[in-house]
């Protein structure tokens, strides 16, 4: 029988804040492609995600109001005219994660806004996937982000990705008054009109970053994707205190004055896990005999499987995201009320600082869909992702410790990946100073024609961003005293990344207490799902 | 910026033909009957030994099979690698390769061709892809008729490194920075005198070396 306080917390559905105590449930932590099963000491602070918020009842319903109401333009139809050149620019396959069950949020748009385009007499269309310097999508990639139907209609010569490097591609419009490159697509600025269709997952994403990061070139991305703007963001998941995100406004900006701009926002509720995993979702409190006995068998099937039989098992399960909101119209009028829904869903209130924050690092980032996590994006994902996820004020002290549950591998993807494999091997045993990596190497990986033959050719990442993976980690880097990698299984990685490794989580708490004294506050956030803290003084 | 260069291999990196089906073009344009027959059938009949001396050794592959081109006269050779670049080579060109091209001349990069095959039937394609230089085995010639012989040192595995060493120093470009592109492990020496090397459309050997020296690998096919 279960003693009336735990049967209390059972329903107390709201509290995302839960201090460990004797008899609370050990914790699920994403461990790469595993899973850890942990107890954690006593007064161990766990961060749960919101639960997911209710979907629009009917997202078609919810798209064309948004059409036919947006903020601050005239309705989506009263801007069409017969003849007409327009482009349609789509979030890449970074977004959201994992993919999610089809249809995909810019199918369902696409399907109202293509039927709006014909009916207007608009035949000149073309859908840009908005990669930056991402990966091409995979034609199968493309084909699942948009259906069947709209793929065979467009696909190859009016649906592709954006080629940053392609010297007849890029349009240059004036510079920012602080002197940033404005670069865009030569289709969208030639357009009559651009329309973005966005997925605002973090607040990190959409708003002015859309266009003038996702269909840019290195050059005007070089403005904001360096070190010192890191650096100068107190988090870049919280737009007000983020400098990435001013430089991005003032370019977008620009944009807007050269182009019609009509964005359409979706945001999703955090509802990653469903059904056979769906208990990846809960709180370990309420979990309930079926959900241990899933997570057992799950556990047993992944510890039986090698490691990229493994990640093809976790890669194939879509997430069953809903959309909850759909804004559309000019740039920032849009994106603030997106803001207010992102917020609503992913912000969790926490009081006070740790000294040590422990997360779990899954299998996936935006830059590894179908691939491998390599050490670089496990140290994106920690000191990136997760540290940033807050609202200004990080989850753990200054001079703190990061606690990252994930093996370290040193594996690569050279499909997805190349320009990471070397910056990891030859860059990073010279020097983890990101400035002296961003002066003495950027541009020479930026410009080897190897990485953007890969890039324009293949589908791989551009050979500048490996170092953005580096800047991403940058204001972690800073802030935190100590980075330990709870269960790395080999010396070098963590070496190299500059942070030390145990065998266990227990072994790593220990380690942490060392440096920041036995009384040490601990944090747990159980995220993903994901969620942003919003530390509380 | 550091003055660099990219060498490009030609013969499975930039074009899927080879050496063996340039001459074959030669031979089929003997201009006789006779002539036609006489050296396919020769070469025909050689092909085991040819194959054989490959894989032990590429210098002696090389300079056995230039044999072939004996008595043949320069002022042919010169026209017929024209008719060759439109009838065999431009055919052959992989798809991407001048992309590759173009993206290391953006890059600020000397373009040269580097390969085992004769000058006159690489200067045209050179031309057609935009190289700044070529450094290729040159046939020697006595009376205007090729002797067989080529002028030493044979451009091919180790001397292609000494080759673009020299190139670079006497052009006053930096190794360490420059790049090179092969398709075959006979390049080896290539690939590892220069700062930046990828393999291209690699062969097993080659493909196992430059996953272990994590040099980045392309296909152009």
Redesign the interface.
């Known amino acids: 029988m279960r003693p009336l306080k735990t049967l209390k917390r059972l329903y107390d559905e709201n509290n995302q804040v839960v201090v460990t105590e004797k008899g609370s449930p050990p914790r699920v932590i994403f461990h790469g492609e595993d899973f850890l099963l942990e107890d954690l000491p006593l007064g161990t602070r766990v961060v749960f995600a919101r639960l997911p918020l209710q979907p629009v009842p009917n997202p078609k319903a919810a798209i064309r109001w948004a059409l036919n109401h947006p903020e601050g333009m005239d309705p989506l139809h009263a801007l069409l005219r017969p003849g007409m050149k327009v482009t349609i620019a789509l979030d890449d396959i970074s977004l959201p994660l994992p993919p999610m069950v089809t249809p995909d949020a810019r199918q369902t748009v696409l399907e109202i806004v293509l039927e709006l385009l014909a009916d207007s007499g608009v035949d000149d269309v073309h859908l840009v996937i908005a990669n930056a310097l991402h990966r091409r999508m995979t034609e199968g990639e493309m084909k699942r982000m948009v259906g069947e139907k709209i793929f065979d209609a467009f696909y190859p010569d009016r649906y592709y990705n954006h080629d940053a490097e392609d010297p007849n591609g890029m349009v240059e419009l004036e510079h920012t008054a602080q002197g940033e490159v404005v670069a865009i697509n030569r289709r969208a600025a030639d357009s009559d009109l651009l329309i973005y269709v966005n997925i605002n997952l973090v607040p990190m994403d959409g708003g002015h970053k859309s266009v003038g990061t996702g269909l840019a070139n290195y050059a005007s991305l070089r403005a904001h994707h360096n070190p010192k703007t890191i650096r100068d963001s107190e988090s870049y998941m919280e737009p007000s205190k983020s400098a990435l995100h001013r430089s991005t406004e003032r370019i977008g900006r620009v944009i807007d004055q050269h182009l019609k701009v009509f964005h359409i926002e979706t945001v999703l509720n955090n509802r990653m896990f469903d059904g056979a995993t769906g208990f990846l979702g809960k709180r370990e409190e309420d979990f309930t005999e079926v959900d241990r006995l899933k997570f057992e068998v799950l556990r047993y099937t992944l510890s039986k499987l090698p490691r990229v039989a493994k990640r093809k098992l976790l890669m194939s399960i879509p997430a069953p995201y809903d959309i909850i909101a759909v804004n559309a119209g000019a740039t920032e009028p849009c994106h603030e009320k997106t803001l207010e829904a992102c917020w609503r869903q992913y912000s969790v209130p926490v009081q006070g600082q740790s000294d040590i924050v422990i997360w779990g690092v899954p299998y996936i980032s935006p830059y590894n869909v179908n691939s491998i996590l390599n050490p670089l994006l496990v140290q994106v994902m920690g000191l990136g992702y997760l540290f940033n996820l807050n609202r200004g004020i990080p989850l753990v002290k200054k001079g703190g410790v990061v606690i990252l549950c994930h093996p370290a591998y040193d594996e690569f993807d050279p499909e997805h990946h190349p320009s990471y494999i070397e910056f990891f091997n030859r860059l990073l045993p010279e020097t983890r100073d990101a400035m002296v990596l961003e002066h003495k190497y950027e541009q020479e990986f930026a410009t080897n024609p190897s990485y953007v033959h890969l890039y324009r050719k293949g589908h791989a990442y551009h050979g500048a961003h490996p170092f953005y993976m580096w800047y991403w980690g940058e204001n972690g880097r800073q802030h935190v005293g100590k980075v330990i990698v709870a269960g790395a299984e080999n010396n070098h990685v963590p070496e190299l990344l500059g942070w030390e490794r145990t065998d266990t989580l227990a072994e790593a708490i220990d380690l942490a207490r060392g440096a920041v004294g036995r009384s040490a506050s601990i944090t747990l956030v159980k995220s993903a799902p994901i969620l942003q803290t919003d530390v509380r003084l | 910026m550091t003055a660099k260069a990219?060498f490009y291999d030609v013969d499975g990196t930039l074009v899927r033909t080879n050496i063996v089906h340039t001459y074959a073009y030669y031979a089929m344009n003997r201009g006789t009957l006779s002539g036609i027959a006489g050296r396919t059938l020769a070469a025909a009949a050689q092909v085991p030994l040819y194959a054989a001396l490959d894989l032990v050794n590429r210098k002696w592959f090389n300079e056995y099979f230039y044999r072939a081109y004996a008595g043949l006269s320069e002022d042919r050779l010169v026209v017929l690698g024209e008719e060759m670049l439109e009838d065999v080579l431009k055919p052959a060109v992989f798809p991407?390769a001048k992309?590759?091209i173009?993206?290391?001349r953006?890059?600020?990069?000397r373009i040269v061709f580097i390969t085992g095959a004769l000058d006159f039937t690489v200067a045209p394609l050179a031309r057609l892809l935009g190289a700044d230089d070529v450094i290729a085995n040159k046939m020697q010639f006595v009376g205007g008729i090729a002797t067989g012989k080529v002028i030493p040192p044979i451009i091919e595995g180790a001397n292609k490194a000494h080759a673009i060493r020299d190139y670079c120093v006497r052009h006053g470009l930096a190794l360490d920075?420059s790049?090179a592109?092969s398709d075959s492990f006979s390049d080896y020496a290539m690939l590892a005198m220069v700062g930046?090397p990828?393999a291209v459309n690699p062969d097993v050997r080659l493909r196992s070396i430059a996953?272990a020296y994590?040099w980045?690998?392309?296909?152009l096919r």
Do not use: I, N, S
Request: glycine fraction near 4%.
């Open positions: 990219a991407k992309d590759l173009d993206e290391a953006r890059a600020g990069c920075q790049f592109y930046r990828t996953r994590h980045p690998v392309l296909d």
